[in-house]
């Protein structure tokens, strides 16, 4: 295993655009790897100070409405196929902060952080694969 980039940092503060989400069909979302370093902090523990409450409903929700905060503020970027009565929703950070925070009866907020999520993860895993490649592993 070369070292030779043990010190480098990996941009991952403009983010990408990940399309094929599943359940949100014809959507894509530009979003930052679910590495990057703020939303690691915002969601550190997350999980753990909740404890005993997510056995609860109420706990879930509020964990879920943790969540999506922060996946609004450090993750998602940018959207598009998002309509809203059937027109196009131009992007907009309190619009996806309320969506991301949503406890709807239709799911709506639920579909969207998985989705946020998944884009998130998938700019993680490109940028490890990005790192074996320049580690030549």
């Known amino acids: 295993m070369d070292i030779a980039n043990l010190n480098k940092k990996a941009d991952l503060s403009e983010g990408e655009w990940i399309d094929d989400i599943p359940d949100m069909e014809g959507v894509r979302f530009k979003v930052r790897s679910t590495n990057y370093k703020p ?8 999980a753990r100070r909740s ?29 598009d196929g998002v309509t809203e009565g059937g027109k196009p929703l131009k992007f907009d950070g309190k619009k996806a902060l309320a969506i991301l925070t949503a406890d709807d009866d239709f799911g709506i907020g639920e579909t969207f952080r998985r989705g946020v999520e998944y884009a998130g993860d998938q700019v993680a895993d490109r940028v490890a694969k990005k790192a074996e490649e320049a580690a030549g592993n």
């Open 51 to 79: 404890g005993k409450k997510l056995r609860t409903d109420e706990g879930v929700v509020n964990y879920s409405i943790t969540a999506g905060k922060a996946l609004a503020e450090h993750i998602l970027l940018d959207w």
């Open 39 to 46: 939303f690691r902090v915002a969601t550190a523990g997350l």
